[in-house]
């Protein structure tokens, strides 16, 4: 069921949004120029490695991430456009409209092994972290909300996850990291 739901709301979503993407991708384009979009290796169910494709939101080149990162890019973070693209990565497989956001592939040996079981569900563009406080609260709590998520999921709650969803993208809150213009690293669990 949550697999059929994510093709059909994906395809919907990416053919509905086909226009405003078209527009996306070309301001873009000239804001940044090429690449246009981000792709990482990001850890997917069962910790299988994929491309996640964003919308690229800093400069290439030298400098720390709030130094490359640009008013643009903070627009497209802020208003959550970056994550468009990664409809692509839904319709494909890698990735589920609920879930919890896959993380770099190299954070996997740093789990502990009740924070790998975040793995056993597809990640999500959304999920229950990320209506509980985005990128505001602290790994810790992340991924208990990540586990609960995993011990909890069922289309009702996904549909949940998904309106809070809009709420807390028109609020814009916790974009990032008090201070930072990304998330800090997961090292362990020493944080």
């Known amino acids: 069921m949550k697999r059929i739901f994510d093709i059909f709301a994906s395809f919907t979503l990416l053919l509905a ?3 405003p993407l078209l527009a996306l991708i070309c301001l873009q384009y000239c804001f940044l ?3 246009v979009f981000f792709r990482q290796t990001r850890a997917g ?3 299988e490695p994929f491309a996640i494709i964003k919308f690229r939101t800093m400069r290439e080149g030298p400098g720390s991430d709030a130094e490359r990162l640009t008013k643009w ?39 502990s092994p009740e924070q790998a079981r975040r793995h ?5 563009i959304t999920g229950w972290a990320q209506i509980k406080g985005r990128n505001g609260l602290s ?53």
């Open 17 to 19: 949004a086909s226009l």
């Open 33 to 35: 120029g090429r690449p």
């Open 45 to 47: 169910r069962n910790g």
């Open 73 to 111: 890019g903070q627009f497209l973070r802020s208003t959550s456009l970056d994550e468009l693209p990664e409809l692509w990565n839904v319709l494909k497989g890698e990735m589920s409209l609920v879930g919890p956001r896959p993380l770099p592939v190299h954070y996997l040996p740093r789990y």
């Open 120 to 124: 056993d569900v597809r990640p999500g």
């Open 139 to 191: 790994w810790q709590r992340q991924f208990e909300l990540d586990l609960w998520y995993r011990d909890h999921h069922s289309f009702l709650l996904d549909l949940r996850i998904l309106g809070l969803t809009l709420l807390t993208v028109l609020r814009r809150d916790n974009i990032s990291e008090t201070g930072q213009a990304t998330r800090t690293e997961f090292f362990g669990n020493q944080d």
